[in-house]
């Protein structure tokens, strides 16, 4: 079985981020970037189905500009056995970026889609689901764990309140949450074999998919500066402030 | 000429400052305070690959540059000096046995020492040998097939831990051409290992005074032949300068970035540090002075990498100007703690006792003057440029 990953390239977990000065967007100029967390940890579970003998190849592809190949090799590092860039200078919003893996996923028929739950940078939380309506597979959301038994996959997904275990049939859409797997390093000697690996690129016209935006940015601020706290004399105060300041009881 | 990381260096360095992140930060605090020697962690270092950066690859090295290794290598040493330093010493004596051992030898030490398995020492210093290394009295005497190992070697970074012992021995006349090298076992008979030191920093490493007493060294165990000792010993230093003066750099890389991380939290007379000139100032000449230093040491590294006929003057440059850098950066750093700084809530106090010794050992920075001075003084010699 072939698993498919799909990975970003965004701004390093351990990067405090900051606004540019005209509101437009995220200061991205000399910032450190990574592969999404969540995208680490599907590229894990990829590896490891890989090793465990239910995969028989890894591919992991990203949609971006010449600057992502950075993360694809990373996750050829990683034990992924070849990559997939779709390039493009665009930021291509949930939509286009579930199209244009539809039409990945319609010329290499994986087993299994594997993708973070949410990229750390836009949290938009759609990308799988969309996938996984416009391919028609069955998906298995916020994965903590993945099991693969005969044709099925048994996933259990994180949902409010505890844990949820679902069976999909086979081909499927699983998105990863964070306690899924603890991602490993590429070792040295694995970086330096990944410059080997194939690493193709496609644009979004070759795929035939129009990834034109359907959304406008009005402006990007920082979040509201946290007020000081205060400090109340009695408990018949605080209850009256969360009723009538905080508005929580 | 280009002056920015290539693709690979990068990814080596984004990889080296996760592992040093997760598996070296959250523990060099307790491992400086317990002294933990952490050979698990040495070992999964091992397994990254980073027990042979510049051994080759036909033992299990990775046959990178020695600018690779000091990219790396700083990376590390922003988690942790002492460990890092300690890895450092372990690959100048892996790759000592790799380039100088016969196949025997190498064959029977390197596999497991560049994959991190086993653990090298490397012993020059003796009690009544230390800048003048080359007066050692440490002897290796023939004996039909065996060499007899007789002598004291003080100051042993990883001794009573560690599997092999490179060690510098008189076979011959006195000064530096009677000397010769070995590849040995550190468990041999006849190999005391004394107290374990208490040291100002480089805790998580022991550091042993090792006593040779009668013992029995294979004679293929030599490295290159009788009387390359000497000059093995140095060109081993060259390297183990650059990467003492890289430790040195990558710790003042922490300091700093946890002084301006400090500068912005702490307040006084209503404001962040941050806006007090004096500090600003303080800041932008560590951040300088830092940065040449880094420079220099990539320079050394090249010139290591080409064979420069320069390159032990280049190296001795780097290691004295890098030290001594990183040693004020740290401590400036400390400063802007102010109180904080000094007591060991805080790892500013660590990364100065820590870079301390980077200015004594690998040669002492007054050696190093004395290599750079010997160089420009020289008569009729090319100009240093």
């Known amino acids: ?249 | 000429m280009d002056f920015e990381l290539n693709e690979d260096q990068i990814a080596f360095a984004d990889m080296a400052r996760a592992f040093a992140q997760n598996e070296f930060e959250p523990h060099a605090a307790e491992w400086d305070q317990e002294q933990t020697f952490p050979v698990d962690v040495l070992r999964a270092a091992g397994e990254m690959g980073f027990c042979g950066l510049y051994s080759p690859e036909d033992v299990g090295g990775l046959g990178l540059s020695r600018l690779d290794a000091s990219i790396i290598f700083e990376q590390l040493a922003m988690g942790c000096t002492s460990t890092t330093a300690f890895i450092t010493i372990h690959n100048m004596a892996t790759w000592m046995i790799a380039d100088f051992g016969n196949e025997d030898t190498r064959q029977q030490w390197c596999p497991e020492l560049t994959a991190g398995q086993k653990l090298a020492s490397y012993c020059l210093t003796e009690p009544n040998a230390g800048s003048d290394a080359a007066s050692l009295k440490t002897t290796a005497r023939r004996e039909g097939d065996n060499y007899i190992l007789n002598g004291s070697k003080i100051f042993i970074s990883g001794a009573g831990s560690t599997d092999v012992l490179v060690v510098m021995a008189r076979t011959g006349v006195d000064g530096p051409k009677g000397i010769s090298a070995f590849a040995v076992d550190a468990k041999a008979e006849g190999i005391v290992y004394g107290r374990k030191e208490e040291k100002m920093g480089w805790n998580s490493q022991p550091t042993r005074m090792i006593t040779f007493e009668d013992v029995v060294v294979p004679a293929s165990a030599l490295l290159g032949n009788e009387g390359d000792g000497f000059k093995i010993a140095m060109k081993g230093l060259d390297g183990g300068r650059i990467n003492i003066a890289t430790c040195s750099i990558g710790t003042a890389q922490a300091a700093l970035n946890r002084a301006r991380e400090y500068m912005h939290e702490r307040k006084q007379f209503g404001k962040e540090l941050a806006n007090f000139q004096a500090l600003q100032f303080k800041l932008a000449d560590m951040v300088t002075e830092l940065v040449a230093a880094r420079q220099m040491v990539r320079l050394a590294a090249s010139k290591l990498d080409a064979g420069h006929a320069d390159k032990a003057a280049y190296c001795a440059m780097a290691k004295r100007f890098a030290t001594d850098v990183g040693f004020n950066v740290a401590d400036e750093a400390l400063q802007i703690f102010g109180g904080n700084g000094y007591i060991k809530e805080y790892p500013m106090e660590r990364y100065v006792r820590d870079n301390r010794v980077h200015r004594i050992l690998e040669g002492t920075n007054e050696i190093m003057r004395v290599i750079v001075a010997r160089r420009v003084l020289m008569e009729d010699a090319a100009d240093l440029i």
Do not use: W
Not at chain 1, 36 to 47: D, G, M, Q
């Open chain 1, 1 to 249: 079985m072939k698993v498919l990953v799909a990975i970003k390239r965004v701004v390093d977990a351990n990067v405090k981020v900051r606004v540019k000065a005209d509101n437009s967007a995220v200061e991205l100029a000399n910032i450190k970037m990574a592969i999404n967390p969540f995208c680490e940890i599907a590229i894990e579970e990829a590896i490891r189905l890989k090793e465990k003998g239910h995969a028989s190849e890894v591919l992991v592809v990203s949609i971006g500009p010449d600057t992502c190949q950075e993360q694809l090799r990373t996750a050829l590092a990683l034990g992924a056995d070849r990559a997939l860039q779709i390039k493009t200078d665009e930021s291509p919003e949930p939509l286009a970026v579930a199209k244009l893996l539809k039409a990945v996923v319609d010329q290499e028929q994986p087993g299994m889609v594997i993708l973070g739950k949410q990229s750390i940078d836009g949290d938009n939380n759609q990308t799988g689901q969309m996938l996984a309506a416009l391919t028609g597979m069955p998906q298995g959301t916020f994965a903590s764990e993945v099991a693969i038994e005969g044709d099925a996959l048994q996933v259990t997904r994180e949902i409010d309140g505890g844990l949820q275990k679902v069976s999909l049939k086979l081909p499927a859409v699983v998105t990863t949450d964070l306690r899924l797997n603890e991602p490993r390093y590429a070792s040295l000697p694995n970086i330096m074999k990944a410059k080997r690996k194939p690493l193709e690129t496609q644009t979004p016209e070759d795929l035939g998919i129009d990834i034109s935006p359907r959304l406008t940015v009005l402006e990007v601020t920082n979040p509201p500066e946290r007020a000081a706290g205060i400090k109340v004399g009695s408990v018949s105060e605080l209850v009256e402030k969360l009723k009538n300041d905080a508005g929580v009881l």
